[in-house]
């Protein structure tokens, strides 16, 4: 475990997580997490949720303690996969999730190619490559609505649209140096979940 990262609320609060040995990922602190769930609001019931870079799966395993109905993590690190599955086991969650070694493009086009009925996607990429925009421009375009939000993390400094096709920024706030902007899906009428 690293820095006390431990799931924040619901049905696993408290547990501890592991993160990935080395530099694989940088862990969104509890402070940052918590005030990003609490912008998501209390809509936790059903549909999957989409931790397009996973690093230790805690966005994702946060989402299913709060209520939703499984998860997906996508990382194509296999050390960040080894802590995801680590994590997975201290929660017993193995039958609501699903880990893909994988890189974020490919991993969008198989969650299209599926129907996934997605309710969150988690997008907190590596700094340094500048994949915000690229991602919810990907999202925009693909065959699957987002029924809750499309959640960015990002240093404050990076300044994010107002809207990519179909997705519209509905809440963005600051955490010190940190900045969460959360995007609805009009496809989902999305609005109403604000």
């Not at 989409?50 to 109905?69: C, I, N």
């Not at 080894?82 to 017993?92: G, T």
């Not at 969650?93 to 890189?103: C, F, G, L, N």
Request: net charge neutral.
């Amino acid at each position: 475990m690293v820095n006390g990262m431990r799931v924040i609320a619901g049905a696993w609060k408290g547990m501890p997580l592991h993160a990935p040995r080395g530099t694989a990922a940088r862990p969104t602190t509890d402070r940052v997490k918590e005030s990003m769930f609490n912008l998501l609001g209390p809509h936790w019931s059903g549909r999957t949720a989409v931790d397009l870079f996973a690093g230790s799966g805690a966005l994702g395993l946060e989402a299913l303690s709060r209520g939703a109905e499984s998860a997906i993590f996508v990382d194509p690190n296999p050390l960040s996969v080894q802590a995801i599955l680590a994590n997975i086991r201290r929660c017993k969650a193995e039958a609501q999730t699903q880990v893909w070694r994988m890189d974020w493009q490919t991993a969008w086009a198989r969650v299209c190619a599926e129907a996934v009925d997605v309710g969150w996607v988690f997008v907190d990429p590596p700094y340094a490559k500048q994949l915000w925009l690229p991602v919810l421009e990907t999202v925009a375009k693909g065959t699957v609505p987002v029924l809750h939000g499309v959640v960015c993390e990002h240093p404050r400094t990076v300044s994010l649209p107002e809207r990519v096709g179909p997705l519209e920024r509905g809440k963005h706030r600051s955490y010190g140096d940190i900045a969460v902007s959360i995007y609805y899906d009009e496809r989902e009428n999305a609005g109403d979940e604000r």
